[in-house]
């Protein structure tokens, strides 16, 4: 069964004269529903990734229930999860977490993969790769994981070059050919579409954002080939919870038939491709 919740900044929280955690102890308890069954919260932000959260939670066995908490931005679902006002999240790959657990001393821990998004490099100027213009502006994300994997996709098609060994770490700086000439500025993975519609001849974008201006994998005049999956989607939970039942319930929701075939219906509108095999 599904539920959905709305996560509160630590402001609103105290605004409203409780915490997260707190208010769940001083709410009325209920003996029967508490036996009854266990709500295991799961941040997520933005479809398909919210759509499969509440897929995963009808699909979930007794006694178990998941709570969709919807946030806003690409900070919140980890911050929830780090300071346990989640369970789990689902919103990232594993290089982008593995930065978060870098620079807050975290222990996030990648459970499961789900599906590796199509990404790649649309352009409102040209029709093809091939029509690029020395001097080009590049639009590229203000995260280092999601930089270097656009400079990865660049690189593979040999439209710039990166120094030897750099790749999942990659940067601008890392750039040893640039025979475009191209020009790149960084910008925040949620404002990468508003770039494409400033005009901006080069941009990276996830197809969950690109396609809030009906532009789909198809439209893109680059796009990334990742066979080892190193940015699918991961189930995302804590050290200290990764091996409960209730997480493990959750994983087996997660890559339930029914997730599966969602999946596979937005693989054929080229959208993503899964990232697991349902066991016979």
Request: hydrophobic content about 40%; aromatic content about 8%.
């Amino acid at each position: 069964m599904l539920k959905k919740g709305l996560l509160l900044s630590g402001f609103a929280l105290l605004l409203a004269g409780c915490g997260g955690q707190e208010s769940t102890q001083e709410a009325p308890e209920d003996s029967s529903a508490s036996e009854e069954e266990v709500v295991i919260q799961v941040a997520s932000h933005l479809p398909p990734m919210t759509d499969i959260v509440e897929i995963a939670g009808d699909a979930i066995e007794a006694p178990y229930e998941v709570e969709l908490v919807e946030v806003s931005d690409n900070i919140q679902y980890n911050e929830a999860l780090l300071n346990e006002e989640v369970d789990a999240n689902f919103a990232q790959h594993q290089p982008f977490m593995e930065i978060f657990n870098e620079e807050r001393d975290a222990d996030l821990v990648a459970l499961q993969p789900l599906y590796n998004a199509i990404v790649g490099f649309y352009s409102p100027v040209y029709d093809s790769i091939e029509s690029l213009e020395d001097g080009a502006e590049v639009a590229i994300p203000s995260d280092a994981t999601n930089e270097a994997r656009a400079l990865m996709i660049l690189d593979h098609h040999g439209i710039i070059t990166l120094e030897s060994g750099a790749e999942h770490s990659a940067s601008v700086d890392d750039i040893v050919e640039n025979p475009y000439n191209l020009e790149f500025t960084h910008v925040d993975l949620l404002n990468l579409t508003g770039a494409y519609e400033d005009g901006v001849e080069l941009v990276f974008n996830y197809p969950t954002y690109i396609s809030s201006i009906d532009l789909t994998p198809e439209d893109a005049v680059l796009l990334e080939e990742d066979e080892d999956n190193t940015f699918a989607i991961q189930l995302v939970a804590r050290e200290d919870n990764q091996d409960s039942e209730a997480i493990q319930a959750l994983r087996e929701a997660f890559t339930s038939q029914e997730v599966y075939d969602y999946l596979n219906g937005l693989s054929e509108e080229d959208h993503l491709e899964p990232a697991f095999q349902v066991e016979e």
